[in-house]
Nanobody, 119 residues
Framework: QEQLVESGGGLVQPGGSLRLSCAASGIIFSIYTDGWYRQAPGKQRELVASITSGGSTNYAESVKGRFTISRDNAKNTLYLQMNSLKPEDTAVYYC?????????????WGQGTQVTVSS
């Protein structure tokens, strides 16, 4: 059964760092486009960063230069290194593995991990 499990969230002060992990079972991360999304209260879920099967990365403008997405294919795990965190980064963070077939989008999602940036 396909499963994505996030970890590493928590409470951190502004300017601090966290590293999120997403461990996959039942799927092979490296054959998909994998991403991190976040959803703050009252807001829509938004893409934070993504990495293709070829290793190309993409970031939301709001996190460029602060966040880094990476993938360890041997461990079948996706990471999000978050530095210089701001209160506006507070959200539930979700990982996913996505693919498109004949114009139809599909994705596996994790359950989410809470990140709170506050002093």
């Amino acid at each position: 059964q396909e499963q994505l499990v996030e970890s590493g969230g928590g409470l951190v002060q502004p300017g601090g760092s966290l590293r999120l992990s997403c461990a996959a079972s039942g799927i092979i991360f490296s054959i998909y486009t994998d991403g991190w999304y976040r959803q703050a209260p009252g807001k829509q879920r938004e893409l934070v960063a993504s990495i293709t099967s070829g290793g190309s990365t993409n970031y939301a403008e709001s996190v460029k230069g602060r966040f880094t997405i990476s993938r360890d294919n041997a461990k079948n795990t996706l990471y999000l290194q978050m530095n210089s965190l701001k209160p506006e980064d507070t959200a539930v963070y979700y990982c996913n593995a996505a693919w498109r077939v004949l114009g139809q989008d599909y994705a596996y999602w994790g359950q989410g991990t809470q990140v709170t940036v506050s002093s």
